[in-house]
């Protein structure tokens, strides 16, 4: 950490902390756009107070890591928002704030509904090997990070306080076992911030940040979901919400959402494969489970080239490959045995989800 780094960390440990920071960065942004982010925070470090001697070693001896904005491992996605975190405190693996995120959020009095499809849609994609991003809350947050865990999966909680003071308290051993499976517990709130109302729609942005995707499940009209939802999209972000009852008053923020064209309608799995592809081959994870399933090296190699919507013609396979049409063939005929792809004539192929539950039968 340079030493333009530790004043910011120093900075951002006395009260206010944060918001001051950030507040005084935007205004400085605004009187000098031109300057580069360190020029900005170097001037910055000249008109604030920093924490003592005493208060950084209490960090140390907490077990909680910070990064900075400044810092080489610092997330390139958060980086670049317009309000990025000056400072990050996490438990757990950094790492993860660099995979492919798939934000699952939406009410806390969540339905029965909500509850499994946020199980099914989070757990499913985290044996992908995609990380499964929320913000801890009561209902589909806690939902989502559960199934993600439950299958062996990354996932990352955001919060809206500090590390040493988890909310809500009921989630403290939720949070643990987050961090015991290799996941990640993040805050730009540093320790002994107290969990607040305003706390949450600016922990958002983040949530929306570190997210590929950011999905709704359920959310009543005035929800901080839609909130990351319209962050999601402020980032240049894909969203998706999950249709629900006309007569529930959880349908009506992922119904609004739809109606005014800021998500798209998700119908099933399907439309999440298609939207991460072709970062989906890519995730971590995700070859694992080729080996397991595909176990032959040219089926895998096929399986790869396949795309799941566009129908693939037999000899583009064979010269793509650069193998013959019969071994090609066969290969197929073992892809469509397992229901990984399919045949739609021509001749030409279609990849199907390696997913063990394409669709939902809860």
Same mark, same amino acid.
């Given at each position: ?11 951002s440990? /006395?009260?206010?902390?944060?918001? *001051?920071?950030?507040?005084?960065? #935007? ?31 209490r960090?140390?001896?907490? &077990? ?25 405190y996490? #438990?757990?693996?950094p ?7 798939? $934000? /699952?959020?939406?009410? *806390?009095?969540?339905?029965?509904y909500?509850?499994?499809m ?8 985290? *044996? ?10 009561l209902?589909? +947050?806690?939902?989502?990070? !559960? !199934?993600?865990?439950?299958v ?5 909680a955001?919060?809206? #306080? &500090?590390?040493? *003071? ?28 107290? @969990? ?11 949530i ?10 359920? $959310? ?11 962050h ?6 894909? %969203? ?5 009852p ?6 009506q923020?992922p119904?609004?959402?739809?109606? +005014?064209?800021? $998500? ?18 890519? !995730? ?13 090296e ?14 693939? @013609?037999? +000899? ?21 045995? +397992?229901?990984?792809?399919?045949? %739609? ?18």
């Amino acid at each position: 950490m340079s030493t333009l780094a530790d004043k910011l960390l120093q900075a951002s440990l /006395v009260s206010p902390g944060p918001l *001051r920071l950030q507040s005084q960065l #935007c205004k400085l942004s605004k009187e000098k756009p031109e300057w580069s982010l360190d020029q900005k925070i170097n001037v910055l470090m000249e008109r604030v107070e920093t924490c003592s001697q005493a208060e950084q070693n209490r960090l140390k001896e907490s &077990g909680i890591q910070a990064i900075t904005v400044l810092d080489e491992g610092f997330p390139q996605t958060l980086r670049n928002l317009q309000d990025p975190p000056l400072v990050l405190y996490y #438990c757990g693996n950094p790492a993860n704030l660099h995979r492919l995120g798939l $934000a /699952v959020v939406g009410a *806390r009095a969540c339905t029965t509904y909500g509850r499994q499809m946020a199980r099914w849609l989070a757990g499913e994609m985290a *044996r992908l090997g995609i990380s499964i991003v929320s913000g801890l809350a009561l209902g589909i +947050d806690a939902q989502a990070h !559960a !199934a993600a865990l439950q299958v062996g999966g990354i996932t990352v909680a955001v919060l809206g #306080c &500090g590390l040493d *003071r988890i909310y809500p308290r009921a989630h403290t051993r939720l949070a643990r076992d987050i961090v015991r499976q290799g996941g990640t517990v993040i805050t730009e709130f540093p320790p002994g911030t107290p @969990p607040k109302p305003h706390h949450f729609p600016i922990r958002n942005r983040l949530i929306a940040g570190l997210s590929r995707i950011t999905l709704i499940v359920e $959310a009543k009209t005035w929800s901080g979901s839609l909130t990351t939802a319209r962050h999601a999209l402020e980032q240049g972000r894909s %969203v998706f919400a999950v249709p629900g009852p006309l007569n529930r008053p959880t349908a009506q923020g992922p119904h609004q959402l739809i109606a +005014d064209g800021e $998500a798209q309608i998700l119908t099933g799995l399907r439309d999440l494969y298609r939207e991460l592809a072709p970062e989906l081959m890519q !995730a971590q994870g995700l070859q694992e489970i080729l080996n397991r399933k595909i176990p032959d090296e040219l089926a895998r190699k096929i399986y790869g080239v396949l795309d799941p919507f566009e129908p693939t @013609p037999l +000899d583009f396979l064979v010269q793509e490959l650069k193998t013959d049409v019969g071994s090609i063939l066969s290969a197929l005929m073992s892809l469509e045995f +397992d229901r990984l792809a399919e045949s %739609v004539g021509g001749p030409a192929f279609l990849r199907n989800p390696l997913s063990p539950t394409q669709e939902y039968t809860q």
